[in-house]
């Protein structure tokens, strides 16, 4: 495809996914994901740099709007349920996905644990996305599935820089300088947020303000060999009194909501689907399936039982939208193929399931397990839905 016309085409894959996922009542990611598969395989689409910059920022982006939605005190209440939920959603698809890949498809040990830490995971961009498009991130289940989440994540980002990374001086730059500008920002944003001087300005220099602190991480991440999505999802977090502290701070975060569904986080989910091979994919489909099924039913194991105890009811949602995977995934699939330690076989098969695990689970959750939370009504293909008639009809179903 002709470099000049990526632009065009890739805009019109953003505005086609909207109005899909608005017809069909799914997560946008999803759609994005699959029109990006369909974009790389069959259109002939390539991602440009400027493309794989831009989705590696959604996806930085996506994290610390995910940290500044978590609720610190609701984390600190329910601490010991998200960090057992989210510590048993990280080890058994680790050690699960290791074992499979070493003992059964024979892969080495360097790439077996590359699977292991990349099958691990739980995406914390797309269970954002999907809260906030089921209005369940200002509920208690929400707000714990997203705590949980995070602790996963830790675990995930944990293992591969403990395994992979070789620490350096700059990683060590790169840790007292995120840890500087967190500080910094928790203590002085506010000289930014309430300055008369800035408020209600059309050039929005709040916005422009949060994108340096994250540009900040990447180019440092960049030179440490790391990565940025944990200083910003800590961002997120340390900065999530700051947007509720006022209905000014409060617009803000809204506003940036909207500049980042608009058009940066759809790069990060159409580039995801862009790097998967289906020919590739295709030929070791038998591996893929028994990777996908290695991580689906580990992560059952880790999350059902104990959702069921702490979240009574909505135990298959939180195990649907805790099974899924994209960011850290796709970092791990990534950074194996670049140091050689998994072939472009491995890789394409490894980013396949990442992606079907995004897909496939979440399209189960909204489809049939989406829970009632604090409003008796969404707005879903246009019409009102009753979700209490759609609970009692699901559980009357299930008898």
């Not at 995120?178 to 920002?185: E, K, T």
């Not at 300055?195 to 949060?210: F, Q, S």
């Not at 950074?335 to 496939?360: K, N, R």
Request: net charge neutral; glycine share 8%.
């Amino acid at each position: 495809m002709d470099p000049t016309l990526v632009p065009l085409v890739a805009g019109i894959l953003v505005f086609l996914a909207s109005l899909i996922s608005l017809r069909l009542g799914l997560s946008v990611a999803i759609i994005e994901i699959l029109l990006g598969v369909i974009a790389g395989n069959y259109l002939g689409m390539q991602h440009e740099p400027w493309m794989t910059y831009l989705a590696g920022f959604g996806g930085i982006l996506l994290t610390f709007l995910a940290g500044a939605e978590v609720d610190v005190d609701l984390m600190r209440e329910k601490f010991k349920e998200s960090m057992l939920i989210g510590s048993a959603s990280f080890l058994l698809p680790f050690l699960g996905a290791l074992l499979y890949c070493y003992l059964v498809a024979g892969w080495t040990l360097n790439a077996s644990l590359i699977a292991g830490v990349a099958l691990s995971t739980t995406s914390l961009a797309v269970v954002y996305s999907v809260l906030v498009e089921t209005g369940l991130t200002k509920t208690e289940l929400g707000k714990l599935i997203m705590a949980a989440t995070f602790v996963t994540d830790i675990g995930t980002a944990l293992a591969l820089s403990i395994l992979f990374i070789k620490p350096s001086l700059y990683t060590g730059v790169f840790l007292v300088v995120s840890i500087a500008v967190i500080w910094i920002a928790t203590k002085f944003s506010h000289l930014v947020f309430h300055n008369p001087r800035l408020k209600g300005r059309v050039i929005e220099p709040e916005i422009k303000y949060l994108f340096v602190l994250l540009l900040i991480f990447i180019y440092l991440a960049g030179i440490g060999d790391s990565h940025a999505v944990l200083p910003a999802f800590v961002l997120g977090l340390a900065m999530s009194k700051h947007f509720t502290e006022s209905p000014e701070t409060l617009a803000v975060r809204n506003r940036l909501r909207t500049v980042a569904y608009a058009l940066i986080t759809p790069f990060f989910f159409i580039i995801g689907g862009m790097r998967v091979s289906l020919p590739m994919v295709a030929a070791a489909f038998g591996l893929f399936v028994a990777l996908f099924l290695v991580k689906q039913v580990m992560k059952f194991i880790g999350v059902y039982f104990l959702a069921k105890k702490f979240m009574p009811k909505e135990e298959m949602y939180t195990t649907l939208l805790m099974s899924t995977g994209l960011t850290f995934g796709t970092i791990a699939s990534v950074f194996g193929l670049q140091v050689g330690y998994i072939d472009q076989v491995q890789f394409s098969v490894l980013i396949a399931v990442v992606i079907a695990s995004a897909v496939i689970p979440t399209f189960v959750a909204q489809k049939w397990f989406r829970p009632v939370h604090s409003e008796d009504f969404v707005e879903t293909n246009g019409t009102k839905d009753n979700l209490n008639e759609r609970r009692e009809a699901r559980e009357g179903e299930q008898k």
